[in-house]
């Protein structure tokens, strides 16, 4: 790990710390998984406010795999794509129930053979529940590590695989956690806060101010 990368994650530590929170909020792994389903294109702090009704209506896995597809839709509508959503909540809880004994699996390849679990999701789970190692490539870590200059690729498949060769292992997770963190407060995709931000000196972005 060369000095550079070194001194921003030594920066996003003093700023944000170095504990591993998650946004949604859930009390299972299934409800994290369903939350995580549900906050794609979506902000975290709409999932909650629906999952707060959502998971005392259904309050075990059974529920949502037997769930009425119109109810389930109406339950959930106030979030984007929910005809999609509830289709895919309902076919994931089934296969929860009837394949993996209503537990959440670990392995990468169980989770994407999930309906409406890509790798992305995946990697959420992974890093959430089971505290492995992953990166998750959401627009935020994105269009931030190209601006810091950890990679030039705009596949989020190419991000990841260019973050697990820049970053330490141990530093995966959390700098998911404080890049999102990041780009909510200060590199906001519109107009970043440049005269604000403790990595100016760092930045590789053409359009830094």
Known sequence: ????????????????????????????????????????QCTDARVNIVTKDLFQKYDTLEKFANADLEELEQDIHSIGFYHNKAK???????????????????ALEDLTSLAGVGRKTANVIRGNIYHEPSIVVDTHVKRISKRLGFTKNDDPLKVEMDLMKALPKDHWILYNIQIITFGRSICIARSPKCENCFLMDLCKSGDKR
Not at 5 to 13: A, C, D, S
Not at 88 to 106: H, M, Q, R, T, Y
């Open 1 to 40: 790990m060369g000095k550079r990368t070194n001194e921003i994650l030594k920066r996003l530590e003093q700023e944000y710390g170095t504990e591993y929170r998650c946004y949604l909020n859930h009390e299972t792994n299934w409800q994290l998984l369903i939350a995580v389903i549900l906050s794609a």
């Open 88 to 106: 895919n909540i309902i076919a994931c809880a089934k296969k929860l129930v009837e394949e993996f004994d209503g537990e959440v699996p670990s």
